[in-house]
């Protein structure tokens, strides 16, 4: 079946340091890529996604480049800031149709905290 | 616009007991999905619903769970007979279509724990 695995964490970083989250996936058929972001007391928010292999997502300073050759898609940023700690889900979708209708599959997420 | 809405945000079960977990969706969504979070786990796919139509059910872990969208917005998750291992994080999503590449819109959680 399908599935994503992501790095074990938690990661621990200093602000301003660089961050590099690994995800890589295994799925059937052609999926889109997402990470979705957790911050503290609040619900699941969409970070970045990409739909197509190459595509490189990115929002808020994160990127992640659809890598189809290796299957994965790891979050990176440059720069990272003490308002970034959260936990952080990769995830996959199938195209809509067939039986899949969307639906996500996550990886089971990696805990960032951000220390001044 | 408001986002979904899910209620209670805290449920307190005994063992054995009937629980009813409510989503509001975001106005006008035609999707809505409902995941399972075990503590230090990623959401874990339940049911699907296209409107009022359940067209997947394969997540639910037995048939003590069952859920229901009788008009196409509200949903209702229901867990009968509770046991402890229900205890979790349950997440409701509503997305605008039906393409597997548009985001889900994720609700806040209710968390239910079964004693």
């Known amino acids: 079946g399908d599935s994503v695995t992501q790095m074990e964490g938690p990661v621990t970083l200093s602000e301003e340091a660089f961050l590099t989250i690994n995800c890589t996936y295994t799925a059937t058929g052609y999926p889109s890529l997402f990470w979705y972001v957790q911050y503290p007391g609040e619900g699941l928010q969409l970070l970045l996604k990409?739909?197509?292999?190459?595509d490189k997502g990115s929002n808020k300073g994160f990127e992640a480049t659809y890598r189809k050759e290796t299957t994965s898609f790891h979050l990176e940023k440059g720069s990272v800031q003490v308002s970034d700690s959260a936990v952080y889900f990769c995830a996959l979708s199938l195209l809509g149709g067939g039986t899949s209708y969307g639906k996500l599959t996550f990886g089971q997420g990696t805990i960032l905290t951000v220390h001044p | 616009g408001a986002g979904v809405s899910q209620s209670p945000r805290y449920k307190v079960a005994k063992r054995g007991q009937d629980v009813a977990l409510r989503c509001d969706p975001i106005?006008?969504?035609?999707?809505l999905f409902w995941y399972q979070q075990a503590l230090g786990q990623g959401p874990e796919f339940l049911t699907y619903f296209q409107n009022e139509a359940q067209l997947d059910k394969s997540g639910l872990p037995s048939d003590r769970f069952f859920a229901e969208r009788p008009e196409g917005s509200v949903s209702t998750l229901k867990i009968q007979r509770t046991q402890q291992e229900d205890s979790a994080v349950y997440l409701c999503?509503?997305?605008?279509?039906?393409?597997?590449?548009?985001?889900?819109?994720f609700g806040p959680g209710t968390r239910l724990t079964v004693l």
């Open positions: 999503a509503s997305r605008t279509g039906t393409g597997g590449y548009n985001e889900q819109f």
């Open positions: 106005s006008g969504h035609v999707s």
């Open positions: 990409a739909t197509k292999a190459d």
